[in-house]
């Protein structure tokens, strides 16, 4: 028996030439999270149906997220330690790019507040890894790196991948399982252990600073 893979897409969702398409297609017991307007990207309602997918599983699940699903897995996933196997969370948004009520428009980003403060300021009670872009036009590199930290996450940058997603190339992703597969394999350690670089071929990790649990590569795997 397969454990529960919920593949949790972003803003406008993923379509049939995505990348969480391919590998839902591969991964036995994977299933897309429902219940959500992919159009309306509202965190608490994204989080509620995300919840429910979760507390379906009679397992701990794995959760497979983008963009903005970043933040709805960290969101919906923060008081239900226990239930969640491990997280990869694939080019996070950056919360300041959204209110409580959707899409932040507009140059001052009109006077809503950001999801800033509705997202955990602790390590997630789950082992969770972040795989970033240097030039993502959603979140740049330091603030990944800023929200891993606060989160426990092992970060990998895979360096000039733009957002991660079909206008950048990302189809069909074979790094990418590979990367979940050694999530799931438990290279990546909880957060209330010390990080340790991942030795993952292909990649050459830098030191990490001391401020998040950031591993580097300069390739993909």
């Known amino acids: 028996m397969h454990r529960t893979t919920l593949i949790l897409p972003g ?73 969640i196997a491990g997280a990869l969370l694939v080019a996070p948004a950056d919360p300041q790019r959204f209110s409580p009520r959707g899409v932040r428009a507009g140059t001052r980003r009109n006077s809503r507040r950001s999801l800033a403060a509705d997202l955990p300021f602790t390590p997630l ?52 399982l590979a990367l979940l597969r050694a999530l799931q394999s438990g290279r990546f350690q909880r957060p209330d252990v010390t990080p340790t670089p991942a030795r993952l071929s292909g990649f050459h990790p830098r030191v990490p600073r001391p401020a998040a649990a950031a591993i580097h590569a300069t390739q993909p795997l």
């Open 125 to 176: 009670p789950f082992p969770s890894l972040v795989v970033a872009s240097r030039n993502d036009p959603w979140m740049r590199l330091e603030t990944v790196e800023h929200w891993a930290g606060l989160w426990g996450s092992a970060v990998i940058d895979i360096g000039e991948a733009g957002h991660i997603n079909v206008d950048s190339g990302f189809g069909p992703w074979p790094q990418g």
């Open 11 to 83: 803003y406008h969702g993923s379509g049939p030439a995505h990348w969480q398409t391919w590998m839902q297609e591969r991964l036995p017991g994977a299933r897309r999270v429902t219940g959500i307007d992919w159009e309306a990207p509202i965190l608490s309602r994204w989080a509620k149906a995300v919840r429910r997918s979760i507390l379906e599983s009679s397992e701990p699940v794995w959760l497979v997220a983008h963009s903005f699903g970043c933040l709805t897995a960290v969101s919906a996933g923060t008081g239900l330690a226990g239930r």
